[in-house]
């Protein structure tokens, strides 16, 4: 004779806490929130104007396109370019082994040329390693002096 066991079934699995999500608050939400931003925007002057002033000073922020401007590399484009991270790019700007790159909407751009200057400061690192000592110290600094000196 065979013992055979019968297994409860398993107690049904209740949904916990649903989750809060500001997408769905603002989907839910919009058209209430713009018709009182609207109603305020006819109504009050002073928030019509603090408005338009910030709508003046985000058009005045608009940047020159990247085809009229000679600093169209950007920082992680010129680190892939000269084949080391972006790590290695920060570090050498920190210990200042190159001027400061040209800042434009928050972000750091170099022209093609500052890379390729850049690129002589990799070949130094190539060529002598990664850690400089008492006997590499001078050829880095004739090195960034002439990174230095070409840095337009």
Not at 28 to 49: F, G, M, Q, V
Not at 66 to 83: E, I, K, P, R
Not at 117 to 136: D, S
Request: hydrophobic share 40%.
């Amino acid at each position: 004779m065979a013992l055979i066991f019968i297994r409860p079934l398993d107690p049904p699995v209740t949904p916990g806490p649903v989750k809060f999500s500001w997408e769905a608050w603002y989907a839910k939400n919009k058209t209430r929130l713009s018709e009182k931003r609207a109603k305020r925007y006819r109504e009050d002057a002073a928030y019509r104007e603090a408005a338009l002033q910030r709508s003046r000073q985000r058009k005045g922020k608009k940047v020159v396109p990247l085809s009229t401007d000679q600093h169209s590399v950007s920082f992680n484009d010129a680190a892939q370019t000269l084949g080391v991270t972006v790590w290695v790019l920060r570090e050498w700007r920190r210990k200042d082994y190159f001027p400061e790159p040209h800042r434009r909407d928050g972000r750091l751009w170099f022209t093609p040329l500052q890379v390729q200057w850049l690129r002589t400061i990799q070949e130094f690192f190539v060529q002598h390693g990664a850690r400089v000592t008492n006997a590499t110290r001078p050829k880095l600094e004739q090195v960034t002096n002439l990174v230095y000196a070409n840095w337009a």
